[in-house]
């Protein structure tokens, strides 16, 4: 079996989970739903970024350990993963000793290596965003003032200490080559050459520890030094699979680190250059995904807009939100999150055209045939092109979810559903009954409840618990989402003649 480990990024425990930690772990989701489904071996990974001075601040500012203010944000995301039908495979927190271990484990391979080295560290320093700012970024940025960071605009601290730093400007021209030898490795294109001109522009080497503050892993043999983040986030994707244990994990390399645009720089950047120095695989490939503005406006804490996991799940079910925030916005760009396009795309796309299709297709089939299946005796044309749609799909929308293209896969199925919903009006099975053309009957009624399976079968990643309802009345027994697999399942023709389907139960009611 061939291996498929797919990532999303750790999230921080200073907030609480929003719509943007959804999205990535939703999408990830599908992806390795999909993959199980083609018979691999998946992997997949998510978990939580517990260290650094932002959580640091966030405990004392409550008067608790940063263990305990990680603790409760773990509980929520644990939680919360299973209502959304979440299956990772594993949950990966930085304050374990696995990940210290890894982490440390890292450092001294980096060491060996010859690319750490210790110096005196000045830089302008934003707390919020983690992040090192020169002068010239600070005065290149259109900002108020030159104290400010160009990212979040807030005010930057200036900073001098002793510091271990990575030879990253060491690996410049090796990054260079990679990402133009191997076009697929940074996606979406135009993210590819925004990191393109970034490392052509010249890269300097990178603090990767701190005495400032403590909360994190310390420096094996300095422990008066904390390590670096980034450093410290970017390893849970190899100390999840037992880094450094052993030499060469089996889910090694990755092939698809799943991400928000803004982390790109980290994960297409200094963790490939870590991986070089230590000799490691590169990851095949790293998506960075849009951000999502909610009817409008950019999500805030401040503004108390942040869209919050719990809230959606009372007003919509996790199959719904599984469905929009993958079909709504093309994976890569920005987007808007409103509540009436979701209604929209709801009632069109789910209720009148798969919702549909499922309840006449049935209601039809127990009424003329008491539910059950007869033979196909001749095949029109109309069939076989129904037929070879429903192939093109099988085929379209596994090099989409190859390429992450979330909407086009779930555009391309819905084209098959309109398809089944047009074949029905041209075929006109209650025409037919009233005439007594069972043969044909029995034929167009065939076409439809396959088309559905094999319909069902490709959304089933997208929406576990919809589609496997939708499967069970098809089948008529009791199915489990993941007893699926694309060769056992997807052949055209694997329902028999004589087989019973159950009556239709609506599964996508309209939406007022
Ligand atoms: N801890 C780091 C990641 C380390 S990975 C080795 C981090 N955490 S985060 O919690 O701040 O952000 C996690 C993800 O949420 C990022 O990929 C980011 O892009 C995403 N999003 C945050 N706000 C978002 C939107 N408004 N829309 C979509 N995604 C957004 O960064």
Avoid at 83 to 104: C, M, P, W, Y
Avoid at 310 to 332: C, I, N, S
Avoid at 470 to 490: E, H, P, W
Wanted: aromatic share 10%.
């Amino acid at each position: 079996m061939e291996n498929y480990y797919v990532t999303t990024p750790i999230y921080y425990v200073n907030d609480e989970p929003h719509l943007g930690h959804i999205y990535t772990t939703i999408a990830a989701d599908v992806l390795a739903r999909h993959q199980r489904m083609s018979e691999r071996d998946v992997f997949f990974l998510t978990g939580v970024d517990e260290h650094g001075q932002k959580v640091q601040q966030a405990a004392e500012k409550r008067g608790i350990a940063p263990i305990e203010l990680a603790d409760q944000v773990v509980e929520r995301y644990q939680s919360l993963w299973p209502e959304l039908q979440i299956s990772n495979d594993d949950f990966i927190r930085t304050s374990s000793d696995r990940h210290k271990a890894g982490v440390q484990a890292m450092w001294r391979r980096l060491e060996n290596a010859g690319a750490i080295y210790k110096d005196f560290y000045e830089d302008w320093y934003c707390v919020p965003c983690e992040a090192y700012w020169t002068e010239t970024q600070l005065k290149d940025a259109d900002c108020w003032d030159a104290k400010h960071c160009p990212d979040c605009k807030r005010a930057v601290e200036k900073i001098q200490e002793e510091s271990y730093f990575f030879r990253l400007s060491a690996f410049q021209d090796r990054l260079i080559e990679h990402i133009k030898a191997n076009p697929d490795f940074i996606a979406p294109a135009s993210r590819r050459n925004e990191v393109l001109s970034f490392v052509e522009s010249g890269l300097r080497d990178l603090s990767i520890s701190r005495t400032t503050f403590s909360w994190g892993v310390p420096v094996p043999g300095d422990d008066k030094h904390v390590i670096y983040v980034w450093i410290d986030a970017l390893t849970n994707y190899l100390s999840a699979l037992g880094f450094p244990e052993p030499e060469q994990p089996a889910h090694w390399p990755a092939d698809v680190h799943l991400i928000g645009k803004d982390i790109l720089r980290f994960h297409a950047v200094y963790w490939p250059a870590m991986l070089m120095a230590v000799e490691l695989p590169l990851p095949k490939r790293i998506f960075a995904h849009g951000w999502w503005t909610v009817e409008g406006e950019k999500m805030s804490k401040s503004k108390g807009n942040a869209l919050r996991p719990a809230e959606l799940l009372e007003k919509y079910e996790a199959d719904v939100l599984r469905y929009f925030l993958l079909r709504e916005v093309p994976f890569g760009q920005d987007g808007d999150f409103s509540f009436t396009s979701l209604k929209q795309r709801y009632n069109t796309e789910l209720a009148n055209d798969v919702g549909n299709l499922l309840n006449r297709s049935l209601a039809m089939l127990n009424k003329y045939r008491d539910g059950v299946l007869g033979a196909v005796a001749e095949e029109s044309e109309a069939d076989r092109a129904l037929i070879a749609d429903v192939e093109a799909m099988q085929r379209e929308v596994a090099a989409c979810m190859d390429k992450q293209a979330f909407h086009l896969a779930l555009e391309r199925i819905n084209a098959v559903v309109r398809h089944g919903n047009r074949y029905v009006e041209d075929n006109a099975p209650w025409s037919l009954a009233k005439q007594g053309e069972n043969a044909r009957l029995d034929s167009v009624l065939y076409h439809l409840v396959e088309t559905l399976r094999l319909v069902a079968l490709q959304l089933l990643p997208f929406m576990p618990e919809k589609m496997t309802a939708m499967l069970g009345q098809i089948l008529n027994r009791k199915v489990q989402a993941d007893n699926f697999s694309f060769s056992a399942d997807g052949g055209w023709g694997v329902l028999a003649a004589g087989h019973q389907c159950r009556k239709p139960e609506p599964l996508f009611p309209r939406m007022d």
